[in-house]
């Protein structure tokens, strides 16, 4: 889907109507019964995933609004945008008490913490769960997203170790938004909180050889301008400085 040649605020109106669609068809796979999980802890942790994908998708279209040439030519925006909603699936239902997502890193036993970093493939397989038991095809760009969220360029990444060459722009992009957002987000099990400019800092220390230059460097002029400020669900990042 082309969004060159459109003029910035009609392309914002543009990429967000595509945001929202992409929204509603992941809410549906969240809300799809592949799940047997009850009781409020897992209810409130599963919105909380939902809600970290939401701040994803959301800097990804503040990216798409002001870079269109971000979007892959053969990639549908809404389908990068379903893949950070949901990247984070696997999260649900990895431990059997999802209170364990909120202790100190020196709090969780060494199982669940196991189950924890294994999110990817718990993800992974409840996608090829859903489509097994609804029939939907999900689009492959999606998984790529969901599967490989965690790699790096330089092959230090997980689960697989991939390198460069074999992540594609959605991957790469998907890498580095997670990243910056993930530490910008208060979580007990992190050192330290960070601000979004120590974040943004602490991620661009491995430009070109954990992460996409190009990407970063994009995301820190719209960042150091806080353009993202411009966007609702983006304002809990504060400003820049």
């Known amino acids: 889907m082309k969004l060159e040649g459109i003029h910035n605020l009609d392309r914002k109106e543009e990429v967000l109507s595509l945001l929202e669609d992409a929204k509603l068809r992941a809410i549906a796979i969240f809300d799809a019964p592949i799940w047997k999980l009850d009781g409020a802890e897992h209810e409130a942790h599963r919105r909380a995933v939902l809600r970290h994908g939401e701040s994803e998708a959301y800097v990804a279209a503040m990216l798409f609004v002001v870079h269109p040439e971000h979007v892959p030519p053969t990639v549908d925006p809404r389908d990068i945008f379903i893949g950070l909603f949901i990247h984070d699936i ?17 709090q969780i036993a060494v199982e669940d913490l ?22 939907v095809v999900l689009p492959e760009v999606v998984l790529d997203i ?63 050889v954990k992460y996409d230059a190009g990407i970063l460097g994009d995301l820190e002029a719209l960042f150091r301008s806080n353009e993202h400020l411009r966007y609702q669900k983006l304002a809990w990042l504060g400003t820049w400085e």
Not at 90 to 106: E, Q, S
Not at 114 to 135: A, D, F, P
């Open 146 to 208: 969901l599967l490989h969220h965690h790699e790096k360029l330089d092959g230090s990444g997980r689960p697989l170790g991939v390198t460069g060459d074999q992540l594609s722009y959605a991957a790469r992009l998907a890498v580095i938004i997670d990243q910056i957002i993930a530490r910008c987000e208060p979580r007990k099990y992190h050192d330290h909180d960070f601000s979004l400019r120590e974040s943004y800092m602490d991620v661009a220390r491995d430009a070109g």
């Open 114 to 135: 196991s189950n924890m970093q294994r999110h990817v493939e718990l993800g992974y397989e409840i996608l090829l769960r859903y489509q097994k038991q609804t029939g």
């Open 90 to 106: 696997g999260k649900i239902g990895a431990v059997a008490d999802p209170v364990v997502w909120h202790l100190r890193r020196p």
